[in-house]
Each structure stands twice: as structure tokens, then as C-alpha cells.
């Protein structure tokens, strides 16, 4: 090859380069950071792992427990105000009945209630005059309102 002036000297072409070429060498802080990012995917599900098992599941295992038999609790309680509650409304219902007020009015004063055998009061609602004969506690009866309304007497 010839050579020119504007062309640095290159070596013979018959000649091969006899020492081997040496690798490439990062600096070592340059190769932790590499290795350091190749595994940060694996470190995050560890620590996910670890936060889940120790610090995440176990507390929320116990609070679900805890919730569990709070829930029951609840549930009795709720049911049994429920059946109060339906208790007290069909007391109101029976107490906006106009036949049962009528039979109270009558019970207080003192008047027998009519048996369907003895007829309807009379055209005004009143009650064509029956006088009773006994009182509640001579009958058997304890309350004389729960006679009348069907119910405990609330």
C-alpha cells in the first residue's frame, strides 16, 4: 500500500496482529449499578412479599375475624330490635282501630263488650246499654287490654 501524506501510517498488510485485544472494561461502580438494576425486579416482589406476609396479611386476617364476629353480634341485635320495632308498629296499628278504640272506651267505663249473639251496638255506636256483669280478673283475664287487642299490651 502506499503511502500518503494525509494518511497515517497503518500497518504491513501481510502482518497480523498478534496480541489479543483485551476486553472492554467498565469501571466497577458502572458494573454494580448494571447488576444492581438487573435484579431490582426481583428485590421489589421480595419486599411486596415480606410486606404482605408479615406486616399486611396477618393483621388483616385477625381484623377480618375481629369484623366477622362483630357482624353476628350486630345481626342478633338488629334482629331483635327489628322484632320490637314490628311489635310496636302493629301495636300502633291496633291502637288506630276504631273498633278497638270503641272496646277500650267501653272496658273503661265499665260496659261488657257485645258477643256477636247479643247484636251490634246501637245506630249512634253506642252501646245500647249492657251493664257488665264482670270484672277482667273475674273472667281470668289479667290485662284486660291484651283480651281486647289480641296482643301482649304493650
Not at 13 to 32: C, G, M, N, Q
Not at 87 to 99: C, K, N, T
Not at 119 to 135: C, Q
Given at each position: 500500500?502506499?503511502?500518503?501524506?494525509?494518511?497515517?501510517?497503518?500497518?504491513?498488510?501481510?502482518?497480523?496482529?498478534?496480541?489479543?485485544?483485551?476486553?472492554?472494561?467498565?469501571?466497577?461502580?458502572?458494573?454494580?449499578?448494571?447488576?444492581?438494576?438487573?435484579?431490582?425486579?426481583v428485590f421489589a416482589a421480595l419486599v411486596l412479599f415480606a410486606q404482605i406476609a408479615f406486616l399486611g396479611l396477618r393483621p388483616a386476617m385477625r381484623e377480618a375475624s375481629r369484623l366477622a364476629s362483630a357482624s353476628d353480634m350486630l345481626q342478633?341485635?338488629?334482629?331483635?330490635?327489628?322484632?320490637?320495632?314490628?311489635?310496636?308498629?302493629?301495636?300502633?296499628?291496633?291502637?288506630?282501630?276504631?273498633?278497638?278504640?270503641?272496646?277500650?272506651?267501653?272496658?273503661?267505663?265499665?260496659?261488657?263488650?257485645?258477643?256477636?249473639?247479643?247484636?251490634?251496638?246501637?245506630?249512634?255506636?253506642?252501646?245500647?246499654?249492657?251493664?257488665?256483669?264482670?270484672?277482667?280478673?273475674?273472667?281470668?283475664?289479667?290485662?284486660?287490654?291484651?283480651?281486647?287487642?289480641?296482643?301482649?299490651?304493650?
Open positions: 500500500m502506499k503511502t500518503t501524506e494525509h494518511m497515517p501510517e497503518s500497518a504491513p498488510e501481510d502482518e497480523t496482529p498478534t496480541t489479543p485485544t483485551a476486553p472492554i472494561v467498565r469501571p466497577p461502580l458502572r458494573e454494580l449499578g448494571s447488576r444492581l438494576l438487573y435484579w431490582v425486579p342478633a341485635r338488629w334482629s331483635h330490635d327489628r322484632s320490637l320495632y314490628d311489635a310496636y308498629e302493629l301495636q300502633l296499628a291496633v291502637r288506630r282501630d276504631p273498633i278497638f278504640r270503641e272496646r277500650q272506651s267501653r272496658l273503661r267505663r265499665g260496659a261488657r263488650p257485645l258477643t256477636p249473639s247479643e247484636g251490634t251496638a246501637g245506630a249512634d255506636g253506642a252501646s245500647s246499654g249492657l251493664v257488665r256483669t264482670t270484672t277482667p280478673v273475674d273472667a281470668g283475664l289479667s290485662n284486660p287490654m291484651s283480651a281486647a287487642a289480641g296482643t301482649s299490651g304493650f
